[in-house]
């Protein structure tokens, strides 16, 4: 059986003033730079393999049954937290500029958790970031874009873009972003599963 590549993304509540702005300033670059609009989310763990949907879904619905073992009321009250601070650079194609997000203790546990239940503890040291833009670009022209990105966003970007996600959503991520495909969410709250 051929497996599929999903994604975990922690994403603002659709509606929120961070979800509107974040969405606001990824779409304003993507279309100044020509490069690909995504949703705005931080990463909490990939790849999950999966040969179906359904699998992908019962593979993180177990996942954040585990999680709840480990950490309880902590993220069945209020969620996953994850703050942004300051516009950053990296250089790869999907860390390219972004929003530095250091890592709490919650998210911490929660990777650390995903990495054992899928058994990935080798992978190279998680990084929580918010994306702003996808893309391969020189040093200068990165610095510009940063640049420009800090004069976009709000004076107190920890205050208005940090976030608390309640759910995760489970995110087909093969080929190109405009291919990737929004499968649905897990209740980090109830364990619910909602497809999309």
Not at 66 to 90: E, F, H, Q, W, Y
Not at 176 to 182: A, E, H, L, T, V
């Amino acid at each position: 059986m051929s497996h599929t590549k999903y994604s975990l993304w922690l994403c603002p509540p659709g509606g929120s003033d961070a979800y509107s702005k974040l969405d606001s300033v990824i779409r304003r670059f993507a279309g100044s730079l020509k490069t690909p609009i995504f949703p705005p989310h931080a990463t909490l763990f990939s790849p999950v393999r999966a040969g179906s949907d359904r699998d992908a879904m019962a593979q993180v619905s177990e996942y954040v049954k585990r999680m709840d073992d480990k950490l309880g009321d902590s993220i069945r009250a209020n969620g996953i937290p994850v703050c942004v601070c300051d516009v950053a650079t990296g250089n790869t194609f999907y860390q390219c500029v972004f929003l530095d997000a250091p890592s709490s203790h919650i998210l911490e546990a929660a990777n650390r958790i995903a990495r054992e239940h899928w058994s990935a503890a080798d992978m190279p040291a998680y990084y929580p970031h918010v994306s702003i833009v996808y893309g391969e670009f020189d040093k200068n022209r990165l610095d510009e874009i940063a640049s420009q990105v800090r004069d976009d966003l709000p004076v107190n970007i920890q205050h208005e873009l940090s976030f608390t996600a309640s759910e995760i959503r489970v995110v087909e991520t093969v080929g190109p972003c405009d291919q990737w495909r929004d499968i649905g969410s897990v209740s980090l709250t109830s364990g619910e599963i909602v497809y999309k």
